[in-house]
């Protein structure tokens, strides 16, 4: 649905020259949630900004639907647009008209009849859970309603693509997750095709399918959030399951790092390795988390024995991943 290919930015900037974005290719699949996660001033609005052509890329290209952005016509690119909606981290709603007024919007400037504009606004209020909010104005409603609204506004045109600029970053946590399971939500009924901007990883953790990490208008990284999990070295990996000092090994011994998914990580495998292999098992650290609705665990152990390497390949066979550090 998405697909950037070698995109970069620069700005001028007292006869320097800045560079945003560097070399940046991903894909977005149809329907799936994409998050871009980075500290400030990693290029990431920047990026997403330059999906809809709110920021005109210096080199590369943005694809959207299969339709090359960077060349449209301007009568095109409006066109364009409308299948891209977009929600923002302060939410930039219109203070003197109601919530039915905001949402109404962008139909206005689409030249849709007013009686089927009132009708979709009413379908949209009901499908973010603020029908009974369309005559309160924007200073009445609360943050994580103000969002909703911002949600609802930018689903007005049924896009095919949702841009989220930082757009849970001014609520707190309780409207946070509301948020997110609001967008999971739109992604499985409408079969929406999400791409977020995020420096929180729990936002990654609840509802991301793939990941892409930009650092210095670089992606560094990116993947299935599951196979960067699995992978201790990577940042992902990092930022959710932070590397533990261990204590110094015993002679011999191997420390292993394992990860767990789903039903894995509620399963006694540990006393299965011991009560059918000739070996100990000292717990070094560990951690259980839930991503995106799966738990997932990591254990980092010392084993010892005689048939350690035996108990790894079982461990392997369960289609646990394994690495021996």
Same mark, same amino acid.
Request: aromatic residues 4%; hydrophobic residues 45%; glycine residues 8%.
């Given at each position: 649905? !998405? $697909? !950037? $290919?070698?995109? $970069?930015?620069?700005? *001028?900037?007292n006869g320097q020259t800045i560079g945003a974005l560097n070399d940046v290719t991903l894909t977005v699949g149809a329907g799936e949630i994409f998050g871009v996660v980075g500290p400030s001033g990693a290029g990431k609005s920047t990026l997403i900004r330059c999906v809809n052509l709110l920021e005109q890329p210096t080199y590369g290209s943005v694809k959207v639907a299969g339709q090359e952005m960077t060349s449209l016509t301007s009568l095109e690119l409006r066109q364009a647009r409308k299948k891209i909606g977009m929600i923002f981290q302060h939410f930039n709603l219109l203070t003197s008209r109601t919530v039915a007024g905001n949402i109404a919007f962008p139909l206005e400037v689409a030249g849709m009849a007013k009686v089927e504009r009132n009708d979709r606004v009413k379908d949209l209020l009901k499908l973010v859970g603020l029908a009974d909010k369309a005559e309160a104005y924007p200073a009445q409603l609360s943050g994580g309603q103000k969002q909703r609204v911002g949600i609802?506004?930018? @689903?007005? *045109?049924?896009?095919?693509?949702? @841009? $989220?600029?930082?757009a849970t970053s001014a609520l707190d946590p309780q409207n946070t997750t509301a948020i997110l399971t609001l967008l999971k939500d739109l992604n499985r009924q409408l079969g929406l095709t999400i791409l977020l901007i995020t420096h929180e990883m729990e936002v990654i953790k609840q509802v991301c399918d793939h990941v892409a990490v930009l650092q210095a208008g670089r992606i560094i990284e990116q993947g299935r959030v599951y196979d960067l999990i699995a992978k201790p070295g990577s940042h992902i990996s990092q930022a959710l399951f932070p590397v533990v000092d261990v204590p110094p090994l015993s002679s011999g011994a191997r420390c292993v790092s394992i990860t767990f998914f789903g039903q894995a990580a509620d399963q006694p495998v540990l006393a299965g390795l011991v009560r059918n292999f000739d070996i100990t098992i000292n717990i070094l650290a560990g951690s259980i988390q839930t991503i995106t609705g799966q738990r997932v665990g990591r254990l980092q152990v010392e084993m010892t024995g005689a048939q350690v390497e035996q108990a790894l390949a079982y461990l392997t066979e369960l289609g646990l991943y394994v690495e021996v550090q």
């Amino acid at each position: 649905m !998405i $697909s !950037i $290919s070698n995109l $970069s930015k620069q700005y *001028t900037h007292n006869g320097q020259t800045i560079g945003a974005l560097n070399d940046v290719t991903l894909t977005v699949g149809a329907g799936e949630i994409f998050g871009v996660v980075g500290p400030s001033g990693a290029g990431k609005s920047t990026l997403i900004r330059c999906v809809n052509l709110l920021e005109q890329p210096t080199y590369g290209s943005v694809k959207v639907a299969g339709q090359e952005m960077t060349s449209l016509t301007s009568l095109e690119l409006r066109q364009a647009r409308k299948k891209i909606g977009m929600i923002f981290q302060h939410f930039n709603l219109l203070t003197s008209r109601t919530v039915a007024g905001n949402i109404a919007f962008p139909l206005e400037v689409a030249g849709m009849a007013k009686v089927e504009r009132n009708d979709r606004v009413k379908d949209l209020l009901k499908l973010v859970g603020l029908a009974d909010k369309a005559e309160a104005y924007p200073a009445q409603l609360s943050g994580g309603q103000k969002q909703r609204v911002g949600i609802a506004r930018a @689903l007005a *045109t049924q896009p095919q693509v949702l @841009l $989220s600029d930082e757009a849970t970053s001014a609520l707190d946590p309780q409207n946070t997750t509301a948020i997110l399971t609001l967008l999971k939500d739109l992604n499985r009924q409408l079969g929406l095709t999400i791409l977020l901007i995020t420096h929180e990883m729990e936002v990654i953790k609840q509802v991301c399918d793939h990941v892409a990490v930009l650092q210095a208008g670089r992606i560094i990284e990116q993947g299935r959030v599951y196979d960067l999990i699995a992978k201790p070295g990577s940042h992902i990996s990092q930022a959710l399951f932070p590397v533990v000092d261990v204590p110094p090994l015993s002679s011999g011994a191997r420390c292993v790092s394992i990860t767990f998914f789903g039903q894995a990580a509620d399963q006694p495998v540990l006393a299965g390795l011991v009560r059918n292999f000739d070996i100990t098992i000292n717990i070094l650290a560990g951690s259980i988390q839930t991503i995106t609705g799966q738990r997932v665990g990591r254990l980092q152990v010392e084993m010892t024995g005689a048939q350690v390497e035996q108990a790894l390949a079982y461990l392997t066979e369960l289609g646990l991943y394994v690495e021996v550090q």
